[in-house]
């Protein structure tokens, strides 16, 4: 049975939730959103107040034709805290400190020439975190980490179970991260991409029901949401759609077997497709990620390889966007990544191939669209999970 801190805590997390949503608000409509009494309002607000999550902008309007004392208006206070966020790729990182809001304040970058160890890659990651942290601004203010990856990550255990395309055997976390100054919360790319779509756009999309991303990068992940939580078991988020096999004899993948998905799209394959097309035309050694976007771009200008190129993935892509829909029928399909820059080319071509492959009855109560951030989610995201995780410790309050 749920204590008397338990049923606090867990409503101011619900008021707080409710002024994220809302942007401006009042107590008197929390309290007609929520069904407290003004009092626990109030107090709960005060709670809130002085732990700097949120600030009173002023008055507002008093109700039309009643006059009386104008409402007290309150939003998230952007100014008091800050949240780090940390997206990992195996040949760079990005690192990015946003006020609550999820508004970027501050952000790096860091190449690397080679593929690193475990070690030498965190040591980097180590020296910008703790450069941040350096900074007067930041150094007292940021309430916690997020970090996304791209592969199966063990959130429960801050274990890499198997790091994609780092070439590297799975590791734990726990030593690259333990002395940082704020708690770290570790998610999949596509999970934490997820997140950043419903949290920062949640007016948009459905409180309940299921919705799944698809992230198209230097290969293809995905993740699964109902009702608002990443569905996960034990720690790992589902949804890796990228290794469904669609050919038994196909291409062999990255993950040792043959035909999945992944094995067809990435932006290395757009650009292997793109060069294929080309006379004269080498791969090239690096930049791919670059050339994928030149040429998802191109293809909306009418670049003729670009469009073929484009096209055969988007096909591909279908197959598996109407695997998805057919086994678990989601209001949402969100798309993202570099494929993202050439929605406007692909649209038409996705609708009409994923109407192939889903049942009539399920396709047409499913939505695809693209995601905000294109090949940027990870990094929104990694901040959308520090925010949230941040904000949901208030719920654990007293325990």
Known sequence: MANFNDVKNKNKLTLLELIKSNDVITRAQLSRLTGLTRAT?????GELLDESYIKELGRGDSKKGRGGRKPVLISLNEESMFYLGIDLHWDFFQIAVSNIKGEILYEDIYFFDKRQDPD???????????????IEKYSKRIRSIGMSVYGVVDTANNILKFPSHMNWDPIELKKYIEDFPVKVYI?????ASLLAETWFHDELYPKKGLIVFINVIEGIGGAVMINGEIIKNGGISTGEIGHTVVDLNGNKCSCGKNGCLEAYISDRKLVEAYVNEIDNLKLPTNSIRDMARRIAHMSTLGDRSAMKAMRELTKILSVGIGNVINFLSP???????FITDAWSFIEPVLKEEVAKQALPGLFISTKVVPNHYGDKSGLNGSLAVA????????AKKDK
């Open 41 to 45: 309002v109030s107090a709960l607000i």
């Open 120 to 134: 030498e890659y965190f040591e980097e990651v180590r020296k910008k975190v703790f450069k941040v942290f350096s």
């Open 331 to 337: 209001s949402y399909v969100i798309v993202g990544g």
């Open 187 to 191: 998610e999949s790319r596509s999970a």
């Open 387 to 394: 925010i949230k995780e941040n904000m949901q410790t208030l």
